[in-house]
């Protein structure tokens, strides 16, 4: 199974930008497609963005369009989560997840890393 370790969270202000990163270990993480959740106090965990092994293809949930971006470094074992113009309703918890691109449907989380937004 591959180990996951996000980082990059903090307390940013509305407007401003953050970028989180998400480390993998244990596994080829070209066998993997990464994809970011997050999860808001009191409500689901929700999807955010994906990735496929080669960044051939990306996808965004509708209220992230435009202003986050996906991106993966295979060399490094790293997928990363640009967020731009931040919003207070971006605050949560940002968890990395990997699943085998084979058709597995094992999902592997991170613990998590909490993103705040001040108004």
């Known amino acids: 199974q591959v180990q996951l370790v996000e980082s990059g969270g903090g307390l940013v202000q509305a407007g401003g930008s953050l970028r989180l990163s998400c480390a993998a270990s244990?596994?080829?993480?070209?066998?993997?497609?990464m994809a970011w959740y997050r999860q808001a106090p009191g409500k689901e965990r929700d999807f955010v963005a994906v990735?496929?092994?080669?960044?051939?293809?990306?996808s965004y949930a509708d209220s992230v369009k435009g202003r986050f971006t996906i991106s993966r470094d295979n060399a490094k074992n790293r997928v990363y989560l640009q967020m731009n113009s931040l919003k207070p309703e971006d605050t949560a918890v940002y968890y990395c997840?990997?699943?085998?691109?084979?058709?597995?449907?094992?999902?592997?989380w991170g613990q998590g890393t909490q993103v705040t937004v001040s108004s």
């Open positions: 997840k990997g699943r085998r691109a084979d058709g597995s449907t094992i999902d592997y």
């Open positions: 990735i496929s092994w080669n960044s051939a293809s990306t």
């Open positions: 244990g596994r080829t993480f070209t066998d993997y497609t």
